[in-house]
Each structure stands twice: as structure tokens, then as C-alpha cells.
């Protein structure tokens, strides 16, 4: 059983996409079985694509989906992940990010949390450029703090899929999570940061 889908869009990313890729080997051998990866090549004109089915390749998992699609942004790119994850949960991580943990630890000890928040740390080589904490946020608050400001990336979140009222705008060409977070308070119903 599928307990968390992985969502990377990827659009010309063949200079990060390997440690995104990489970065997947954090997840322990034996919780491999509960995580989908959904790569989605957004029409790239790199390597991107030959990157993303290579690793499929490697993978040799049913779990490891490639979708190859016309460029349509991060949004649609994200919305074509969203349309065939199977998870429980969802955690998207672009095409530059690296995941630096294995979710599965954080999941084993879910009770009724809606989401998950994470520090992420910005990077320059080996050096911490910063850390940015999550902000803890309440269906009661969430309207107050994401109108002022978005603190979440999309790879800062863990969060139910049961949670998505409706998909990301497509069309947007920035800040399309700002919106897509602002769009599902229900999200942040019982965060843990």
C-alpha cells in the first residue's frame, strides 16, 4: 500500500535534477514499498526527460511514474502529479530541492495531523546560506498569515491528500503555491511543525 506520493515537476533542470534524484536514497531500503515517485518532465529541452526515465529505469519499481507533458508550468506539472497520486500523503519537491530526511520516520508517527512543516536550509555548495523555520499555522489563522506573507515552499509541507479541495491554478506563472496553500485551509486543520 502506497502511504506517501513524492511529486517533482521538472522543467530544464538537468544541473539539479540528479541530486533531487539522489536525494530519494534517503528514503530507508525498507519503507520504499509505501513511497510512489511521481516525476513529471514539463516539457523540458535539456536532459531533463532522459534523466527523469533513466532513473525510473533504475528504480525498476512500478512505483516510479514519468509523465511527459507539453510545458504548462509548475502548477499543471504538479496538478498531473496530483491527478494520479495514490499516497496518503503528498510532499512535492522540485527539480533544485534535495530531501534531507526520510518522511516515512516523520509518518510512522501520525495520529489525526493534517499536515507536517519543515525547516528548509538554503544552500550554496557545502555552505548553510539560511535555515527558515515552519511557521505553525491553524485553520483559524491561516487566512491572517498567508495573506501577509507565504511561508511555505512547496517542499516545506507534508500533507494528507484527503486535505486538496481543489487543484493549483494553472496559468500562474509565480507564487502558484502561495495560492494553492490559501486555497485549502483545511491543510493546516492540525499542523505539526
Given at each position: 500500500?502506497?502511504?506517501?506520493?513524492?511529486?517533482?515537476?521538472?522543467?530544464?533542470?538537468?544541473?539539479?535534477?540528479?541530486?533531487?534524484?539522489?536525494?530519494?536514497?534517503?528514503?530507508?531500503?525498507?519503507?520504499?514499498?509505501?513511497?510512489?515517485?511521481?516525476?513529471?518532465?514539463?516539457?523540458?529541452?535539456?536532459?531533463?526527460?532522459?534523466?527523469?526515465?533513466?532513473?525510473?529505469?533504475?528504480?525498476?519499481?512500478?512505483?516510479?511514474?514519468?509523465?511527459?507533458?507539453?510545458?504548462?508550468?509548475?502548477?499543471?506539472?504538479?496538478?498531473?502529479?496530483?491527478?494520479?497520486?495514490?499516497?496518503?500523503?503528498?510532499?512535492?519537491?522540485?527539480?533544485?530541492?534535495?530531501?534531507?530526511?526520510?518522511?516515512?520516520?516523520?509518518?510512522?508517527?501520525?495520529?489525526?495531523?493534517?499536515?507536517?512543516?519543515?525547516?528548509?536550509?538554503?544552500?550554496?555548495?557545502?555552505?548553510?546560506?539560511?535555515?527558515?523555520?515552519?511557521?505553525?499555522?491553524?485553520?483559524?489563522?491561516?487566512?491572517?498569515?498567508?495573506?501577509?506573507k507565504n511561508y511555505f515552499q512547496p517542499s516545506s509541507l507534508l500533507f494528507?491528500?484527503?486535505?486538496?479541495?481543489?487543484?493549483?491554478?494553472?496559468?500562474?506563472?509565480?507564487?502558484?503555491?502561495?495560492?494553492?496553500?490559501?486555497?485549502?485551509?483545511?491543510?493546516?486543520?492540525?499542523?505539526?511543525?
Amino acid at each position: 500500500m502506497i502511504s506517501l506520493s513524492i511529486i517533482i515537476p521538472a522543467y530544464n533542470a538537468a544541473k539539479t535534477l540528479p541530486r533531487t534524484l539522489a536525494s530519494l536514497s534517503r528514503i530507508a531500503t525498507e519503507d520504499r514499498a509505501a513511497v510512489e515517485v511521481i516525476a513529471i518532465n514539463d516539457g523540458s529541452t535539456d536532459e531533463s526527460p532522459s534523466l527523469l526515465h533513466q532513473a525510473k529505469s533504475d528504480a525498476n519499481s512500478p512505483a516510479f511514474h514519468v509523465l511527459d507533458q507539453t510545458n504548462g508550468g509548475a502548477a499543471k506539472a504538479r496538478n498531473a502529479g496530483l491527478a494520479i497520486a495514490q499516497g496518503e500523503w503528498i510532499f512535492f519537491l522540485d527539480a533544485d530541492d534535495e530531501l534531507n530526511f526520510n518522511p516515512l520516520t516523520i509518518l510512522r508517527t501520525a495520529r489525526d495531523e493534517t499536515c507536517f512543516g519543515f525547516t528548509l536550509e538554503y544552500r550554496r555548495g557545502d555552505r548553510v546560506l539560511s535555515r527558515v523555520k515552519p511557521r505553525s499555522i491553524t485553520r483559524e489563522g491561516w487566512a491572517e498569515a498567508l495573506t501577509a506573507k507565504n511561508y511555505f515552499q512547496p517542499s516545506s509541507l507534508l500533507f494528507r491528500k484527503r486535505c486538496i479541495e481543489e487543484p493549483f491554478r494553472e496559468g500562474i506563472a509565480c507564487v502558484e503555491d502561495w495560492l494553492f496553500w490559501m486555497c485549502i485551509p483545511g491543510i493546516f486543520e492540525r499542523m505539526r511543525a
